[in-house]
């Protein structure tokens, strides 16, 4: 394996992307209907970049499990989009989003694409604006902004608290226009199982139709992978049901690096898990901190209901610790201050495993009409999972799991390190370094699909140009389907005794005890050999009943945590070799004296790029980062 | 909670249907609806037997994956409220719930509670967008659009497409998800160009999968979302005006 070339255009950064296009090799309209290009997945990412690709001319074939592409988990995003507008006129500007989202990503994150980020958000708004989405407008008809995770300046534009649906529903519907174009062969129901390489080049991938069980193989000329983030490996996470690695992991298998695994984000604003049974958790917008204050008893072990401890007895923790910020400190710090309180026995709630976010304060200070106008929705939402009435008793909130900032390394073309084959929003590791701000994984699926790849790409198609796609009746498809066929028969052979779901759960509970919100070199260690031992009786003990020639969830589920067994033994790994705190990744050895955490970018200011290997431990290899722009300091939230 | 269900089981497509009972002891009040059903399928899964096919994603409301006929009511008992936001706290010990598909032929059964809702896509398809290629975007605020529109078209835009409104309706029409997307695209100055076009396209391609309106009213009743019948008087408005105005030249007048 060569050395990692991210491909970083030279100049002055804020020429780098203009300069980059003019270099990059171009196909000429005509002959762009003869590349086929496959595109994995269908949420913003992959929808933007499907409907992009097709105006242009290219012939696109998208697949998505889902039964319409209007449902991938995109959708869910409730906050926003940031974008560098200035509409306030407020200082906002290109330079200060992109300085924002790298030392919110505590200098872990490459600056030439986060610079190309900032600068593509302002085309975002202005196209999805063209296609109808509901942005929030003021009474004078232009778009509204909001402040959104603490940023100092308002430059997040946002429709209700449903942006990712809006902004889901413009791309899909923009999808949908040329598939009745005929320029978008879309397979819903189809999960990519594996992708296909000759020669060393991406050229096709495997698939499994989900109603039939039909393993085929589709041929491109270029594969683009848009298929999200992990964070469902931890079991309870705040992600859809469907939500897997399979499709990276694959890739990741085939030869594509994979970067950054531990950097997994820890929302501090979910709903506690009420039992056992939980299947996933529920994500409430952080702007409720803009109003509720968060707290626990005193004292620990302390089970007398909220109402009945006076205000002495009341630890307002972050108030407490973070008097410069209070409640609204980042969301790491947020996340990891309620895990203490609650390690030290001051959880509350029926399990304990809450702490309170208390709206009484702004009740009285705001008038509980004012409180309703503002997060009526969210407290109907917060009733209709608890049953409890948050204008009469505080909420109780926990972190969960909810966004993975690691993934598929790409250079600055978003390539992977196999040639041909792309990945593009959640999917890939490149804009959020090791913390990702709010409101901007919308804008980063957005970029990559709209505005990023149909351009790069080309630069890889040329010199194509006249070359026929593999066929998929090629030796390297007919080998590939023969082993996606041989698991699928694997799954259905075994007469176990344990169900596909209790192994995510205990695979979920050993990753969120050692590789959560802190993790120690013990830990990890731990964790790695209790992984791999509960490996060993999936590979034996599990059962999945029926055919796999039907519709099959159970063995659809086998194959995903399967590949979540392998992925989170990298991420223990990763955490591990990692030694230093820095952004969502807090290591207990690497702190201060109060508590904070201490990074070190003497000797980990790089990206940390894995290979695969069945049967030997992997190989780690550095892109090494540079600040030219933006000095790295210490956050402080004191 | 200790419950009896009664839910459809069917192997395929083309397969015979039928309900099956099932007990189900231990269930939570804190639990949501699909919560309960996985526990069912988990226990039989232990015990040698298929679990039920359901679909569902997201589980907070929004992706429109899970819907199912809880008692005969589409989403069950809770007004605006989607499957997956159901819980358990809505039933007593003791209940017997029916749980059944949505009942429709223009939405097939795939399998159990499963079924292909793919017409819906075939009706956006037809015309529920904007022509607005990337990159060929005015700046954002060149386009003022007043609130009272904005928020009006944001209404009928948080259709899910849950299907919801088809499974509720005696004639199993799709008027109610059809309008949300006509009048969201419609009422906004961006869709003018397209507007007729749009609604006429979208609404006959709606009536070669689905059956017609009688104004029950059943679909907004059932929508989890509370989108409007308004919608749907919009939509028949601009439906009859695209006949005049789609007509050669029509445009210009």
């Given at each position: ?267 501090p604003?979910?709903?506690p ?21 968060i707290w626990v ?20 923790y972050l ?15 947020a996340?990891?201050a309620a895990k203490?309180e609650i390690?030290?026995?001051k959880g509350v709630g029926?399990?304990?495993n809450g702490v309170y976010l ?36 505080p909420m109780r909130i926990y972190p ?239 | ?253």
């Open positions: 394996m060569p050395k990692l070339d991210a491909k970083v255009p030279s100049g002055p950064i804020r020429e780098h992307w203009d300069n980059h296009r003019f270099s990059m090799k171009l196909v000429n309209p005509s002959n762009k209907r003869r590349f086929t290009v496959i595109v994995v997945g269908t949420g913003l990412a992959g929808a933007s970049a499907a409907a992009t690709l097709a105006e242009l001319g290219y012939r696109v074939k998208a697949f998505t499990y889902h039964d319409s592409a209007r449902r991938a988990h995109s959708i869910a995003a409730q906050g926003g989009i940031n974008a560098s507008k200035n509409y306030q006129n407020d200082g906002d500007s290109i330079y200060r989003l992109f300085y924002d989202t790298v030392k919110g990503g505590d200098y872990r994150s490459r600056e030439s694409n986060v610079y190309r980020l900032a600068q593509l958000s302002v085309e975002i708004i202005d196209q999805c604006t063209a296609q109808g989405v509901p942005f929030a407008r003021e009474y004078g008809g232009l778009l509204a902004n909001r402040s959104f995770g603490g940023a100092q300046v308002s430059r997040t534009f946002y429709a209700r608290g449903q942006t990712g649906q809006q902004l889901l529903l413009g791309a899909y519907q923009a999808m949908m226009r040329q598939v009745n174009l005929g320029t978008v062969d879309l397979h819903t129901q189809t999960e990519m199982l594996d992708v296909v390489l000759k020669d060393g080049r991406a050229v096709g991938i495997v698939t499994r139709d989900l109603l039939n069980g039909e393993i085929q193989s589709h041929s491109g000329h270029a594969v683009v992978l848009a298929t999200g983030g992990y964070s469902n490996v931890y079991y309870l996470s705040t992600n859809a049901m469907k939500c897997n690695v399979t499709a990276i992991w694959r890739a990741h298998r085939r030869g594509a690096l994979f970067a950054n695994p531990c950097y997994t984000q820890i929302h604003t979910c709903i898990a009420s039992d056992e049974s939980q299947s996933k958790l529920t994500l409430m917008s952080e702007s409720l901190r803009n109003d509720g204050r008893p005193g004292r620990a072990d302390d089970t007398r209901s909220p109402g009945d401890l006076v205000e002495s007895e009341r630890d307002y108030e407490r610790r973070y008097p410069a910020f209070g409640n609204l400190v980042p969301r790491d710090v996340s990891r203490l390690d030290g026995g029926p399990l304990r208390d709206f009484s304060e702004a009740m009285d200070r705001l008038g509980e009409e004012l409180v309703r106008q503002r997060y009526g929705n969210l407290f109907d939402m917060y009733q209709r999972i608890t049953g409890e009435n948050p204008y009469e008793v969960a799991v909810h966004y993975t900032m690691g993934g598929l390394w790409v250079d600055y073309n978003l390539m992977t390190t196999i040639p041909g084959l792309y990945a593009l929003g959640e999917a890939n590791f490149s804009d959020h370094g090791s913390n990702r701000l709010g409101a901007s994984a919308l804008m980063q699926g957005l970029a990559d699909g709209y505005f990023v790849v149909p351009y790069t790409i080309a630069d890889y198609l040329a010199p194509m140009l006249g070359d026929p796609v593999v066929p998929s009746t090629d030796p390297v498809f007919r080998d590939v389907e023969a082993s996606v066929q041989a698991e699928m028969d694997r799954y259905l052979s075994l007469t176990g005794t344990r169900t596909v779901d209790w192994f995510h759960r205990e695979l979920g509970k050993i990753l969120w005890e050692h590789c959560g919100m802190e993790r120690s070199a013990g830990g990890l260690e731990r964790a790695i050999e209790d992984i791999s031992s509960l490996k060993e009786e999936f590979d034996t003990d599990l059962r999945v009943l029926g055919h796999s020639n039907t519709l099959n969830q159970s063995l659809e589920k086998a194959g995903r945590v399967n590949d979540f067994f392998e992925l989170a033994v990298l991420m223990c790994r990763d955490a591990l070799d990692r030694e230093e705190s820095c952004g969502a990744h807090f290591r207990a050895e690497h702190q201060t004296e109060d508590g904070e955490a201490r990074r070190d970018d003497e000797n980990f200011s790089y990206v940390a790029a894995w290979d695969w290997s069945a049967d030997a431990d992997p190989t780690m290899y550095r892109e090494d980062l540079r600040f030219d722009y933006v000095a790295p300091s210490q956050r402080s939230y004191k | 909670m200790h419950l009896t269900l009664q839910v459809w089981r069917q192997q395929g497509p083309d397969a015979e249907g039928r309900f099956e009972t099932y007990d189900a002891p231990g269930i939570g009040e804190d639990m949501s609806f699909l919560e309960m059903l996985d526990i069912v399928n988990e226990r039989m899964e232990i015990e040698g037997r298929e679990p039920i096919a359901f679909d569902h994603d997201c589980r907070e409301g929004i992706c429109g994956s899970c819907g199912l006929m809880i008692n005969g009511r589409a989403h069950g008992p809770q007004a605006s409220t989607a499957t997956c936001q159901l819980h358990m706290r809505e039933f007593s010990d003791g209940d017997v719930i029916v749980i059944e598909p949505w009942r429709a032929t223009s939405f097939p059964i795939i399998r159990d509670l499963v079924v292909d809702r793919s017409a819906f896509d075939r009706i956006i398809e037809a015309g529920g967008y904007i022509g607005a290629p990337t990159g060929a975007a005015p700046e954002a605020n060149l386009i003022p659009v007043p609130k009272a529109t904005a928020d009006a078209a944001m209404d009928a835009a948080a259709c899910i497409g849950c299907g919801a409104c088809v499974g509720a309706c005696p004639n199993s029409a799709a008027q109610l998800f059809t309008a949300a997307k006509v009048a969201h695209l419609n009422l906004l100055p961006q869709g003018q160009p397209e507007r007729w076009r749009r609604v006429e396209r979208m609404v006959e391609t709606m009536e070669q999968y689905f059956g017609s309106c009688t104004n029950h009213g059943e679909c907004t009743a059932a929508c989890p979302k509370d989108i409007s019948l308004d919608n749907i008087a919009l939509m028949n408005r601009d439906y009859l005006l695209s006949k005049f105005r789609n007509r050669k030249l029509g445009a210009q007048r």
